[in-house]
């Protein structure tokens, strides 16, 4: 069964912190992974990586990926409480199947 | 900039009713899907929708549940007889690209189903 596993599952930071987040996968064809960040409601995409090694950055976020290892890492410098999130994880196969983390849990305190 | 709309935003039903929740995907993408998240929990695909039939379904997926797109723009998710492990939030999503192509799923706000 395809698994997608995030860790940790939760994280407690002071603002400016920095902080890595993890996902490790194992898929049986693997197209590409995302990453999410989920407030209250709906997800919304932060990244889409396909290839090892190429770091996708985007102001204080930035993420990179591992196809050898099959894992992904999410990096936040100086964090903000508006960074308190779920940031999930997914796993894009052939047929645009999207699997999904369990998410990890940001809180970050003032 | 061109979003996911579903409709109710939160439905209350009683167990054994049928509901049917809806969703308005982005007008030029191709995939349609139903995720749902029980409370706490992870993001679990439900189904996923191209080219005017189901592409693929998990477990969950099972003969109370249904999926139609009955015209251009709707894609609708029907319960038939709801139970009270189905309350949970319904996400429809979206995806711009075919089979054969990247693209990443858009999101709609959800639906908070709750069965009494």
């Known amino acids: 069964e395809d698994k997608v596993v995030q860790s940790p599952l939760s994280l407690v930071v002071h603002e400016g912190d920095t902080v890595t987040l993890n996902c490790s996968y194992e898929?049986?064809?693997?197209?590409?992974l995302l990453w999410y960040k989920q407030e209250k409601k709906a997800p919304t995409f932060l990244f889409m990586l396909?290839?090892?090694?190429i770091e996708k950055k985007s102001g204080r976020l930035s993420s990179i990926l591992d196809k050898k290892e099959l894992f992904s890492i999410l990096n936040i410098t100086a964090t903000q409480t508006g960074d308190s999130a779920i940031y999930l994880c997914?796993?894009?196969?052939?047929?645009?199947?999207?699997?999904f983390g369990t998410g990890t849990s940001l809180t970050v305190i003032p | 900039e061109p979003e996911v709309t579903q409709t109710p935003s939160h439905q209350v039903t009683q167990m054994g009713q049928e509901v049917i929740l809806r969703c308005v995907p982005i007008?030029?993408?191709?995939?349609f899907y139903w995720y749902r998240q029980i409370l706490g929990q992870k993001v679990e695909f439900l189904v996923s929708?191209?080219?005017?039939?189901?592409?693929?379904k998990s477990e969950i997926f099972d003969d109370q549940f249904s999926v139609e797109r009955p015209d251009g723009s709707n894609f609708t998710l029907k319960i038939r007889s709801t139970k009270l492990e189905d309350s949970a939030m319904y996400f429809c999503?979206?995806?711009?690209?075919?089979?054969?192509?990247?693209?990443?799923?858009?999101f709609g706000n959800g639906t908070r189903l709750t069965v009494t």
């Open positions: 007008s030029n993408h191709l995939y």
């Open positions: 997914a796993v894009n196969t052939p047929g645009n199947q999207f699997y």
């Open positions: 999503a979206s995806s711009e690209m075919g089979p054969r192509q990247n693209s990443p799923l858009h």
């Open positions: 898929v049986t064809n693997f197209r590409s």
């Open positions: 396909t290839s090892s090694g």
């Open positions: 929708f191209y080219n005017n039939e189901i592409s693929e």
